[in-house]
DNA sequence: CGCGAATTTGAGCCGAATCAAGCGTTGTGG
DNA sequence: CCACAACGCTTGATTCGGCTCAAATTCGCG
């Protein structure tokens, strides 16, 4: 069912973001009538991406901020030799973008794991949005602190923690944004590649292949092509926040 | 001469923007007079610390974001375990605590490494004057772009680098900074102890200590305690944005 | 000068990368 | 509808880089 495709003919959606399901992450509290309609009318709807769409690609000229309305993208960089690292994975609600302001140009590209949909802020009439809605400041800073705490998270995660810690990492982070939007935490299919897991948890494929196997062998997860189940929570969380010198890790080990 | 000490009477200064050195990268471009006016009276320039003292401490409640004017600080947190993580290291002109806008607390430790002085930006103050000085905000999102620019390179350093490119990482991107800020690139001291460059960089204290006679012995630095001389600028840089599958890495293993 | 902390050095081991097949799934064309 | 090709994923065997543990050395400071 990839076949969104090119028939869809409106090519900018004019979008109400009052009724968007995503306001309560989208919008920052408390806004008047008035104040959403000016924000309605500076943030487009675009016609969503199949599968390897670009929301935009690193290096391109910076002119908007994006918002995923649904689906799920891949943000990644590509260096001088060609090596790809992924820097994260976006789901709706979220914000694309940010770190273009300062340099004039996207530093990361952002693709479309699946058919997704977005919103595009003109950056230029954010700015003066900004100075006429109050709170919608303190909104957007927090969405950048949002991300500069996730992305310590990780450094942490890869500078510090053992294989199928980082692996369970990443499973209850991504639990958790799910039930955050509504959907099931102990479910859900990824959208991504094993490889794409793997190189944003700094491993190879075939090391995260085997750590899935160690956590389905030790009844934390169950695993259907993209499909995971997590067996139990508790256990995962508690692999997830660890040391070496915490005994249940030997527990698991032995 | 950490004597800064307990006789410096003056507890708060007013801080004078204008005449400040630093003002090219704290300030946007193109304020008037009265903008620099309205922002040097929120802007208050606290008593410097001396090494070890905290400007503010993972979990305190969030009210202003800072600074630093001279000096060195290091951003860490430390987790349920104890376990300490070295998120970064910030030089004059550097903006602390933008992670904590969104939680209402500050989620790292920012510390003094050196006598360091720092100015203080009530937050609440602060966002009011958004509203009236065009320009402020982009300058402030631009500096949290930077913050995850930097986080995506480390990311990707400690994920995908050898020991020695993750250390030729350090120093030329410390080079790079220390340069725009008017020092020498190409010697300098190290605030930071070998500890914490380790910790920040993804590894033990001993393999970094390896790491730097390594390329002692291939001549691209010198070494003398905390002091750093450059010795082979291009090289370094080579190493630093180098993958396996170039050449010249062969040659200086080799 | 002498103590404690930081750093360096050494030896041995282990976890994860690499290299190389094998397997399963998906998509395509006959 | 089935055969086949292509790709993504898993599994196995081997190697090696960096960690661990332990000790020596140097540095900073009273």
New interface residues.
């Given amino acids: 069912m990839t076949k969104v495709s090119s028939d869809f003919k409106v090519s900018v959606l004019q979008t109400s973001c009052r009724n968007c399901s995503l306001s309560s992450l989208c919008l920052p509290k408390d806004l008047v009538s008035t104040e959403i309609k000016e924000l309605e009318s500076i943030v487009s709807q675009l016609p969503p991406l199949n599968k390897h769409g670009h929301i935009f690609s690193q290096g391109e000229n910076f002119s908007s901020l994006y918002v995923v309305r649904s689906g799920c993208v891949k943000k990644y ?1 590509v ?3 060609g ?1 790809e ?1 992924v ?1 994260g994975f976006s789901l709706p609600g979220e914000l694309l973008g ?6 004039g140009r996207y ?2 590209s952002a693709e479309a794991l699946d058919t997704t949909s977005y919103c595009q802020l003109k950056y230029s009439k954010f ?1 003066e949005l ?3 809605i ?1 709170g919608l ?2 909104h ?10 996730a ?2 998270d ?3 995660a ?3 923690k053992s294989i199928d810690e980082r692996v369970a990492v990443f499973f209850t982070s991504l639990s958790t944004r799910l039930r955050i939007l509504g959907y099931s935490g102990s479910e859900f299919n990824l959208p991504m590649s094993r490889h794409d897991i793997a ?1 944003f948890l ?1 491993m190879q494929p075939e090391t995260f292949s085997r750590s899935l196997k160690k956590l389905i062998t030790d009844n934390l997860i169950d695993v259907n092509l993209k499909n995971i189940r997590i067996k139990d929570q508790d256990n995962l969380r508690l692999l997830a ?3 070496e ?2 005994p249940s890790n030997k527990v698991m080990n032995g």
């Fill in positions: 960089q260096d001088a030799e090596n690292q820097n940010i770190d273009a302001i300062g340099t530093m990361s700015e900004c100075e006429k109050p400041i303190k957007i800073l927090k969405m950048a602190g949002q991300e500069l705490v992305e310590h990780i450094h942490k890869i500078s510090q190189n700094g926040g660890h040391c010198t915490c």
